[in-house]
């Protein structure tokens, strides 16, 4: 593990560090910030996941998280958002391959010997921070449009792992919005059957736990009625009695203006949720 950048921030440090992905099969950067406490004892670790065509950069400087984490002492992680280099399968389009693994396990070729961002994500990305770092296994998990339908179904597919779980302008649909059904197929096949896995209205509807999930959705955002479809998910939750705090904010849209005016709000809702 070799690591690519430090900077002191708010009495802590923001680091971003690079290191082999056995899930990857690639070289990969993550990026942690460590709040003032971490200098004496272990704290819990929120990650994040963010959206289409981002890395690990994006979140640590623009979401303006890190004065918020050192005061709650809480530590960060910002996966990047898939596989990179030459030799990784990639598309010319914005929202496939490179920049769009939409943290599932690919089963079709060329996408499978690289993007396996859930085992990546939910496996081997933790074990490394928690044998590296002095955080805690309370873990949260949270993200942004693309990274924000990962959180949820992650949350939703491993019960007990997740102290929270809470999104900003999630893909809640996947299956029914072009984004998602141009991602499935070329990463899962054309058989509908197995898309199940991923799509957090089917997972909802048999959760073994019932994580409330935190929603903040801009009414300005531009993919809301064609991408996102918030009233989806609302509608599959109430019929599953998952809880669902769903914030409707006016004028908002789906920049990291959003998250930055909000991410303090859902970084205290992790900390709640240790006690």
């Not at 990857?24 to 670790?45: D, H, R, S």
């Not at 996966?79 to 089963?107: E, I, K, M």
């Not at 957090?200 to 809301?224: H, N, S, W």
């Amino acid at each position: 593990m070799e690591r690519k950048e430090t900077h002191a921030s708010f009495g802590g440090v923001q680091e971003v560090w690079r290191h082999k992905s056995v899930s990857l099969g690639v070289e990969a950067n993550f990026a942690i910030y460590l709040p003032p406490q971490a200098k004496t004892e272990k704290v819990p670790v929120l990650y994040w996941l963010s959206g289409l065509t981002c890395t690990e950069q994006n979140f640590i400087g623009k979401a303006g998280a890190q004065r918020v984490a050192a005061e709650l002492g809480i530590a960060i992680v910002a996966s990047d958002t898939s596989p990179r280099g030459v030799g990784v399968a990639d598309d010319d389009a914005y929202d496939l391959g490179q920049g769009a693994g939409f943290y599932l396990n690919a089963t079709q070729e060329p996408w499978a010997v690289h993007y396996r961002m859930y085992d990546y994500v939910v496996t081997e990305l933790p074990a490394l921070i928690e044998a590296s770092f002095p955080v805690t296994q309370q873990r949260g998990i949270a993200g942004h449009s693309m990274g924000g339908f990962g959180a949820i179904m992650i949350a939703l597919r491993n019960p007990g792992r997740y102290r929270s779980v809470s999104a900003f302008s999630p893909i809640v649909a996947p299956t029914q919005v072009p984004w998602g059904e141009k991602a499935f197929s070329a990463y899962l096949g054309p058989d509908r059957a197995s898309w199940a896995a991923y799509d957090p209205l089917e997972l909802v509807r048999t959760a073994k736990e019932r994580l409330p999930v935190l929603i903040d959705q801009g009414l300005a955002d531009q993919f809301l009625k064609e991408q996102l479809r918030p009233e989806l998910f609302q509608e599959a939750a109430q019929n599953a009695g998952q809880e669902l705090i769903l914030n409707l904010r006016p004028d908002y849209d789906h920049s990291y203006y959003f998250v930055a005016s909000f991410i303090a709000d859902h970084l205290r809702y992790f900390v709640s949720k240790l006690r």
